[in-house]
């Protein structure tokens, strides 16, 4: 197969199998990440911790079948933008990159969040936002040198952290038949018990979401993949087999630590906003086991901090080249590094805001971004293939183009809806300070606003190209 080329004359060689890109899309998702919210999860839940991630889960799995649908139809490097953009219309798209912005922006907050709380376990005396300037130091210092791809160094990472888990489970799992914990490796507790209200899963559910966020990462895979078949079939196996991962985990955490206030000595409620991964490593297997633990999570978290801070660069680069953002900080390019240097040290600075704010009050206003984007792509489902191309004369086609989306829609809205007053107030916000930016590009709505991705300009699509529309023989780089 040939490269695919871009309007820049840069290409991209489709070179990723499938497993290639569910391994990123996984790294990105940073399984580890279970450990990290499971305390604030459970106390918000009343200790249903794998419930709120059932939940998560079909939502998401509702969600990646409507992307997996947008990414046939689409094979660009874009992503939920891009889709609002062609099947809605530029403006709308615009907002909803504008608003995934903020996931965009704040993800690498968070891996800065989750090491600093990793450190500040190991090391107590010094004081976390030490911890917080030298990574920032770090990260910003290696992208701004060089933006290798990660695929391999992800893949044996993410390996390293899932062994670790599997060990994780099994000694819980002989702990529980010596009487620790619920004293049962077989329970409904974890999943149901009295008390426990919908309210409190579903907010249990929104701060989970934030856990899948990297599926829909693998979109941005699709003019590097083997094949454009394979990258629906990736976005639903990443979310699966990361639910499975997460609902496992869960299930073992909470049977071993029925309560959350073992995490919180003193009443101390505070304690539980930060990473709980190290008290959890300590109580199952003490300090060697916490140590290792944590360095799964510290080594998935670094590798998916390295990802999401060179994604972001990059996407400001390129919203730099189309004049969305001023073109000569934004679009520049250092001729010595060939890396966006003014985006990366962008980045960088904001993560330094990491030693001012909690992982629960980031994560929600990153689920704030996503969980649009999310709602966006299932309605573009629907205005793209029910709407403009018509399908919805056979029953088949209402459900698949109609009710599936529909049910992603109105479930990622109801978690939308249960999302932290604060992280509601200031989502808001950034999409009024969006539209009012959108009326000055395009002077009243006067003119065309510039795409988003510089892959795949605002000129339309004249074919949708479907799994069944390709065969193993077909020349797929011409249909590209």
Known sequence: ????????????????????????????????????????VARDTDNVVPLAYLVALIVMTFTAISYGKMAGAMPSAGSAYTYARESIHPNVGFMVGWTSLIDYMLLPMVNCLIIRSYLE???????????????????????????????????????FSIIVMIVFVVMVIAQLSRGEGAATALSMAPLFHDGVTMGAVLMGATIVCFSFIGFDAVTMYVEEAKHPRIVPRAILMTVLLGGAIFLVAAYFTQLRFPDWNEFAPGGDMQFVEDSTLPLIGQAVGGAWFQA?????????????????????????????????????????????????????????????????????????????????????????????????????????????????????????????????????????????????????????????????????????????????????????????
């Open 292 to 480: 290792v633990l944590t360095s799964a999570g510290f080594a998935a978290t670094l590798a998916s901090g390295l990802a999401s801070h060179a994604s972001v660069s990059r996407m400001l680069l390129v919203m730099g080249r189309n004049n969305v953002l001023p073109k000569r900080a934004f679009g520049y390019i250092n001729p010595k590094t060939h890396t966006p240097t003014f985006n990366i040290v962008l980045t960088g600075a904001i993560c330094l805001l990491a030693a001012a704010f909690t992982l629960e009050m980031i994560a929600a206003f990153i689920n704030f971004g996503a969980l649009i984007a999310f709602t966006f792509v299932n309605i573009s489902v629907i205005a793209w293939f029910a709407i403009r191309k018509g399908r919805r004369k056979t029953g088949k086609d209402i459900f698949t183009y109609i009710v599936m989306p529909g049910i992603g829609m109105i479930l990622t809205g109801i978690l939308w809806a249960n999302l932290h007053a604060d992280a509601l107030v200031g989502g808001v916000s950034w999409a009024v300070i969006g539209v009012v930016y959108l009326l000055i590009l395009t002077r009243g709505f006067r003119k065309p606003v510039a795409a988003f991705d510089e892959n795949q300009p605002v000129t339309g699509f004249n074919k949708v190209i479907t799994p069944d529309d390709l065969d193993e023989t077909d020349p797929v780089d011409e249909k590209v």
């Open 1 to 40: 197969m040939t490269a695919t080329t871009s309007s820049t004359g840069a290409s991209l060689k489709r070179n990723l199998g499938l497993w290639a890109i569910v391994g990123l899309g996984l790294g990105y998702m940073t399984p580890t990440v279970v450990f990290d919210t499971f305390g604030m």
């Open 121 to 159: 376990a190991v090391f107590p005396e010094v004081p976390g936002w030490i911890w917080v300037v030298i990574y920032c130091i770090f990260v910003t210092g290696l992208i701004y040198l060089t933006m290798r791809g990660t695929s391999n160094i992800n893949m044996v990472l993410l390996v």
